[in-house]
């Protein structure tokens, strides 16, 4: 039986209403990174984060190794400066901190490098060392932390046939799909390894959501080696998530929870001044290209229903090609029996999906 061919005009019309819909996906995305409910959470959270100090490797170990539960650590000062007091008699973790002290910048030359009034500019160098006494949270008296808004994991099926569609994709950028252990992610991409992993312990909507956001970063390209491509992570998780978001959503799986939380949090990471809205805005037009490619591969073939109206428009042709009525080949009288099956086709033609997603 053949299959229903298409118009040039059908199809340009499909393409528009995939467009469309992954268009409305993305304003959907950046209205509600920028709502009320999403920036409460995250306005609640950033202050308290803000001053951290990102320590090294060595003082993290260090950290450990005098106080294994420890979750936030700061100064003396830092802690009052957040609203918190560090109660007396508290034993200090000793980490090492920088010794600066103030320097002549020079140039590459070894020149003094001037201001606008010919005044010698200076620095600030590490010259040395020593240990520091900061504080675990858990060590001052203070309001209760607030907590960093967490995505939560998405449950239950996936879209049936989108995993084996996004996997098709992945092949055809020359990545090797795993499934296994992802360490504290829930997938990566390797872009030296040409590999792709998303973790073997979720539920499949968590899986299928994970594979198109890895789809993301891959068709978004690596940064490290495409020009023009600035290279900050938290556009880069925004721009894959916003992928995910809307592809998963062309086809029906709500990751709304999941994804406003995840890309409001690498959107504050992201640099420059943008709030996370304008992060979003910021990055569209390659997301919803990168999310078209991909849903016009991923989109749903014709229904089995569709598949039965095939069937029925090539019988009704078939019958509205046959010879004239004869009183030995029907029993209606000439004419009737076009009419009716112009009548029967034209009621259930009214009912059938034309564009094929």
Known sequence: MPARSYTAEQREAADQARREQVEQLHELLAEQVGSLDNRVEWEAFLPFARGFTDYSFLNRLAIMAQRPDA????????????GYQVRKGETAIRVLGPVMCRAQLLDHSGNPVLDADGRPRETRKIIGVKPVPVFDISQTDGPPAPRVPTPVLLTGQAPPGLWDSLAEVVARQGFML???????????????????????????????????????????????????????????????ESVSFMVVGAHGLDASQYSFRYVTGWAHQSEGNLTPEQVVRATGQR???????????????????????????HEINRTLDAPRWTPTTSAYPSGVQHERAAQTWGSDRSRQTVIQR
């Not at 299928?208 to 938290?234: F, K, M």
């Not at 997301?287 to 428009?313: F, R």
């Open 178 to 240: 795993e499934r296994g252990d992802c360490g504290a992610a829930n997938g990566f991409t390797s872009f030296a390894e040409r590999t792709v992993r998303v973790r073997d312990d979720v539920d499949e909507a968590m899986a299928v959501r994970v594979l198109a956001h890895e789809l993301g970063h891959v068709l978004l390209a690596d940064p490290t080696t495409v020009e023009g491509i600035v290279d900050c992570r938290g556009v880069r998780e925004v721009e894959a």
């Open 71 to 82: 979750t936030a650590v700061a100064g003396y000062r830092a802690w009052q400066a957040k």
């Open 287 to 313: 997301v919803i290209e990168t999310v078209d490619k991909i849903l016009a591969h991923t989109q749903p073939k014709p229904s089995p229903a569709e598949d039965a109206l095939d069937a029925y428009e």
